[in-house]
C-alpha cells in the first residue's frame, strides 16, 4: 500500500485507510479535478479538519496523498524529475481549503518554485460537499513581470480549465524564450549585497556597486541587484530561507540564470543555496577569479590565476554520491581503495604542489632580472592602485607605450616595465602591476605574491587613486592595507589623483593639496610636469637629474 503523506499523527486507522483509497482513483487528463475525487477529497477533510490534497500527473494518476493541519500542507520532496528552465514537474496540486480562501502565498510560492504545471485548491462547505474552485497556473515572460495568473470556478463541475494542454503550450513558451536568451550567450544574474553588524548600509551599498561593475567586466548581464540587511549570516543559506524564497521567485520573473553574493560563501552555504535554488550560485571570490582567469595573458599570470582557483576549488570538493569506494588494484590488495572525492583531492593537492614549484622558479628568474636592472643602478618607480584607477593609462601617457587600456576592472593582469628617459640620456624603470580591490580574495594575492615581488625593489610607489570615483577614500584605505599585508608599508608613496578632468576645476587639486598628492590627468596629460618635479624631488635628491631636467622631458 502506497504511503500518506504529511502529518498523519492522531489520524484514525480508518481515516488512513481512507486516504490511501484515494490511491485507486483516476482523472481524465484534460480535467484538473473530478467531481468524484473533489467530493471524496472535502468529505476527508470535513472528517479530519486539516487540509488534505493530491499531486496528479498528467495522465491522471495519483502520485501522492498528503494531509496537512487547518491551515497548510507540507509538501513531499518531489525529486527533480522534468522541472528545468524550461519545463514544468508534469504534475499538479489538487487540495482542499477549509476556510473558504482563495490561492495563498504558499500555493503560489509552490506553484513557482516546484514550477507545478497547476495548483487548486477546492472549497470545503459545511456539510463536507465542494464548493468554489480556485487554481493558479505559471504564465510565459511578460512585461508586467507576473509569473503566475489566478482562476476561479463558481463549482467543480464548472471547471473547463484544460490542465494538459495548457501545461504542454506552457512549456513550448518557455522554451522559445530560453532560446531567445541563448542568442545573446550572456549569463543572466542577479546580485545579492548584504550589510549587518559588520557592515553599514552605506558601505555595504557601495560595494554591491562595486559588484556591478564587477559582474559587467566578467561579461554577465546583470537583472537587478538586492540588498539584505541581516544582523549576522544565516549559516545555512547566508540571507535567511524566507529571503531566499522571495529571490528564487524574483530569479524566475527575470529568468535569472545566476545569483551573484557580494561576499565569501562558505562551501556549505554555496551548496545549500545551490541545492535550494538550481540555479548557479558564485560568490565575490569567484566572480573575481573567473575575470582573472578571463584576463590572463602571459605564462605567468596564467600560472598564477590557476593556483589560486585551486585553492578555492580544494575545500568545496564534496561527495556527490554514495557510490562505494575503488578496489585496491595489484596482488594482495586489502579493503576499499580511494573513493573518488579523495582521488580529485589528491589530484587538486598534487597539481597546486607542482604550480607552486613552478611559479617559484619563476620568482627566482625575475629576481635574476631585478638584480640585473638593479646592477645598473636605475630607479624603480611602481604604479600601484585601485583596480580601474587609471594606473595603465598613466603609464601609456609618461613612457608613450600602448598598453591596453579598457574602463574596466581588471582590465590589465601582468606587470608591465618600461623606460621612462629624462635628459642627459637618464633613465628610470617603471612599472604597472595588477591592481587592488577591496577584499581581494587571499588565495588570489598568495598567488600573485611573486608578481608583486616587483614592488619590493621599487624606489618609490605611485599610488593612482580615481579621484573622480565618490568612495576613492575606501579604494585607498584598501591600497594600503593590501600593501601593509604585503609588508610594503614601508615603502615611499606619492598619491596621485588621477582623473582630475572628470571633476569640476580645482576640485581634484583640492584633494591632491589635502594629502600631500598631485592631481593628473592621464588623459590630457595635465599635471604630468608637477608629477615628474614630485618624482625627482624624492628619487633624485643627491642631484643625479635636476628638476630643470625634468620640467624639459615633460
Known amino acids: 500500500m502506497k504511503e500518506v503523506f504529511g502529518n498523519t499523527l492522531g489520524l484514525k486507522p480508518s481515516q488512513l485507510e481512507a486516504l490511501r483509497r484515494t490511491y485507486r482513483r483516476r482523472v481524465d487528463a484534460e480535467a484538473i479535478v473530478s467531481p468524484e475525487l473533489a467530493r471524496h477529497l472535502t468529505e ?135 532560446a531567445l536568451r541563448r542568442t545573446g550567450g ?60 522571495e529571490l528564487l521567485l524574483h530569479s524566475m520573473q527575470l529568468m535569472a540564470s545566476m545569483i551573484v553574493f557580494d561576499a565569501d560563501l562558505s562551501p556549505s552555504q554555496a551548496r545549500h543555496i545551490a541545492e535550494a535554488t538550481s540555479l548557479k550560485i558564485l560568490d565575490r571570490t569567484q566572480l573575481i577569479l573567473d575575470i582573472f582567469a578571463q584576463r590572463a595573458q602571459s605564462a605567468d599570470g596564467k600560472l598564477q590565476v590557476e593556483l589560486a582557483q585551486l585553492k578555492y576549488l580544494y575545500p568545496r570538493l564534496v561527495r556527490r554520491d554514495d557510490s562505494l569506494s575503488r578496489l585496491a588494484g595489484g596482488i594482495g590488495g586489502r579493503g ?9 583531492r589528491r589530484r587538486v593537492r598534487d597539481r597546486i604542489t607542482a604550480l607552486e614549484r613552478r611559479i617559484a622558479s619563476l620568482s627566482q628568474n625575475r629576481g635574476l632580472r631585478r638584480k640585473q636592472r638593479n646592477e645598473r643602478a636605475l ?26 587600456v579598457e574602463d574596466k576592472l581588471f582590465a590589465t593582469l601582468d606587470p608591465t616595465s618600461r623606460r621612462l628617459r629624462f635628459p642627459r640620456d637618464r633613465e628610470v624603470i617603471i612599472t604597472d602591476t595588477v591592481g587592488f580591490i577591496r577584499d581581494l580574495p587571499e588565495d588570489l594575492v598568495d598567488a600573485f605574491r611573486a608578481t608583486l615581488e616587483e614592488l619590493d625593489d621599487a624606489d618609490l610607489l605611485l599610488h593612482v587613486v580615481d579621484a573622480a570615483d565618490p568612495r576613492h577614500d575606501q579604494q ?60 625627482d624631488r624624492i628619487l633624485f635628491s643627491d642631484g643625479r637629474v635636476s628638476v630643470q631636467d625634468v620640467e624639459a622631458s615633460g
Open 44 to 178: 476527508l477533510s470535513r472528517e479530519t479538519h486539516r487540509q488534505v490534497g493530491v499531486f496528479l500527473d498528467r495522465k491522471g494518476d495519483v502520485e501522492a496523498v498528503i494531509v496537512g493541519d487547518a491551515r497548510k500542507l507540507d509538501l513531499p520532496d518531489v525529486g527533480r524529475a522534468r522541472a528545468g528552465e524550461s519545463r514544468l514537474r508534469g504534475l499538479r496540486l489538487v487540495h482542499t481549503h477549509l476556510h473558504g480562501e482563495p490561492i495563498t502565498r504558499d500555493d503560489h510560492t509552490d506553484l513557482a518554485l516546484l514550477r507545478l504545471d497547476l495548483v487548486a485548491a477546492v472549497e470545503v462547505m459545511e456539510d463536507g460537499l465542494p464548493g468554489r474552485v480556485h487554481f493558479a497556473h505559471l504564465v510565459p515572460e511578460n512585461e508586467t513581470g507576473a509569473l503566475w495568473k489566478d482562476e476561479a470556478a463558481p463549482t467543480v463541475h464548472d471547471l473547463d480549465w484544460p490542465a494538459l494542454s495548457s501545461a504542454l503550450a506552457l512549456e513550448e513558451s518557455f522554451a522559445r524564450a530560453r
Open 186 to 245: 550572456r549569463e543572466r544574474a542577479i546580485l545579492v549585497g548584504w550589510g549587518g553588524k559588520r557592515r553599514t548600509r552605506a558601505e555595504a551599498e557601495g560595494s554591491l556597486e562595486e559588484l556591478k561593475e564587477l559582474a559587467r567586466t566578467a561579461g554577465v548581464e546583470v537583472l537587478d541587484a538586492t540588498l539584505q540587511m541581516r544582523r549576522d549570516p544565516d549559516p545555512r543559506y547566508f540571507i535567511g530561507e524566507g529571503k531566499l524564497q
Open 336 to 344: 576499499p581503495g580511494e573513493t573518488k572525492l579523495e582521488i580529485d
Open 379 to 404: 630607479p624603480v618607480l611602481s604604479i600601484v592602485g585601485y583596480t580601474n584607477a587609471g594606473k595603465s593609462t598613466l603609464l601609456n601617457a609618461l613612457t608613450a607605450s600602448e598598453v591596453l
Open 476 to 535: 585607498i584605505r584598501a591600497v594600503e592595507a593590501i600593501l601593509r599585508d604585503l609588508g610594503l608599508d614601508g615603502k615611499r608613496r606619492l598619491l596621485v589623483f588621477n582623473k582630475a578632468d572628470r571633476l569640476p576645476p580645482g576640485e581634484a587639486e583640492a584633494l591632491a593639496h589635502a594629502r600631500d598628492g598631485v592631481a593628473v590627468s592621464a588623459v590630457t596629460r595635465d599635471g604630468l610636469p608637477e608629477l615628474l618635479r614630485r618624482c
